[in-house]
């Protein structure tokens, strides 16, 4: 498997704003997703990074809370836009190669106050 | 809707005791699962697979049962390591997208 960065690692954020987090990957991957945990619980699937076009919702998400764009096959950014205090979670992206396993970043843990 | 679910929360178990952590889905339809380990302040990291059309499979100190009869699955980690200390979870996996169950944080008592 490759290995995954994400930047920042955590950040505290005041309600109302936004903040980007960025994943890059070190080799070439197929897919790539985004996940949250909230504190103490389970990883939700947010969406499918998709290459040169809008990202794959799941229920419960929407694009204008969470844009996510993915330029290239190593990249990746989700924004958490309009921040409030139930924003405050782990985000976690990952990837997946052909015939591979799905691999996961160290996660961004935000504080929204 | 489909969802996979772990049988206990926290599990205490004595360095060099077997391990067992269950796992329950409700999907008939899941043919692919995965177990996964989190430590503390990182991302999950793969431990094995099983697909459908086996019911065991064997790593490196560890193996996972799959009951389809019963839909559960199990994870045995054999003689248990401090460096075994982490959150388990289970995972149904979805044309790639991954339904992850509740997790079970493993104690090694020394």
Known sequence: SAVISQKPSRDICQRGT?????????????????????????LTLIATANQGSEATYESGFVIDKFPISRPNLTFSTLTVSNMSPEDSSIYLCSGLKEGGEQFFGPGTRLTVL | GESVGLHLPTLSVQ??????INCAYSNSASDYFIWYKQESGKGPQFI????????????QRVTVLLNKTVKHLSLQIAATQPGD?????????????????AG???TVRA
């Open chain 2, 104 to 106: 079970t944080t493993v």
């Open chain 2, 85 to 101: 200390s982490a959150v388990y979870f289970c995972a149904e996996n979805g044309d790639y997208k991954l339904s992850f169950g």
């Open chain 2, 15 to 20: 360095e060099g005791d077997n391990s067992i």
């Open chain 2, 48 to 59: 094995i697979d099983i697909r459908s059309n086996m019911d065991k499979r064997q790593g």
């Open chain 1, 18 to 42: 936004s903040l980007t987090i960025q994943c890059q990957v070190d080799s070439q991957v197929t897919m790539m997703f985004w996940y949250r945990q909230q504190p103490g619980q389970s």
